[in-house]
């Protein structure tokens, strides 16, 4: 029984690392511009200024499209509306996004875009969108993005539940479990 002080640590530790993922990849600006910074395992904690990103429609497949605006490294992207669409740029490149803000981020590896494997809340309006390069050994690259949030609108295709809500649940059950077992233990 030892153990059941351990499984608790460990089970709080998950869902404490869990609690702030979001299962978004649709994304909107929460004011007039995005600023983004990229960072990767081998340039930590220096930015990586030769990890190229795009900004893709928002119901765009990252694989098969070509993104509306690539940026790379570190930038600001603005966003104004122009009726229905948007138009992006930074300072050096520009597009339009058709019919929202809302966009989708990819990273390009390999002559490849791909969408990120993962990302993390990090309050204030801040997300850690994670992306794996398949031509690097050391293969993490993190793009932290500034003034951004899940996207809201109702036309992005149906809800996803969201991940902290099943990791409660779960948790909640598990403690149920090790309750049980702790109060039988005691018994005998």
């Given at each position: 029984m030892k153990k059941i002080p351990y499984l608790k640590t460990s089970l709080a530790a998950c869902l404490l690392a869990v609690s702030g993922a979001s299962s978004a990849s649709?994304?909107?600006?929460?004011?007039?511009?995005?600023?983004?910074?990229?960072?990767?395992t081998s340039s930590f904690p220096f930015p990586s200024l030769t990890d190229t990103f795009g900004i893709f429609e928002d119901t765009a497949m990252i694989g098969a499209a070509a993104p509306v605006l690539s940026f790379t490294g570190v930038g600001a992207v603005?966003?104004?509306?122009?009726?229905?669409?948007?138009?992006?740029?930074?300072?050096?490149?520009?597009?339009?996004?058709?019919?929202?803000s809302n966009f989708q981020v990819g990273m390009?590896?390999?002559?490849v875009w791909s969408a990120a494997f993962g990302n993390a809340n990090l309050g204030s309006d801040a997300v850690m969108l994670a992306f794996a390069?398949?031509?690097?050994f050391d293969n993490l690259h993190f793009l932290y993005a500034f003034d951004i949030s899940p996207s809201k609108a109702t036309d992005d295709g149906p809800a996803t539940v969201p991940l902290p809500a099943s990791v409660w649940m779960m948790t909640s059950a598990l403690l149920g479990l090790l309750y049980t077992g702790?109060?039988?233990s005691k018994v005998s």
């Open positions: 649709v994304w909107a600006p929460n004011d007039g511009d995005v600023n983004f910074m990229s960072f990767s603005s966003f104004v509306a122009s009726g229905a669409n948007y138009h992006i740029g930074t300072a050096t490149a520009s597009g339009t996004l058709l019919g929202s390009l590896s390999g002559g390069d398949t031509e690097e702790r109060a039988k």
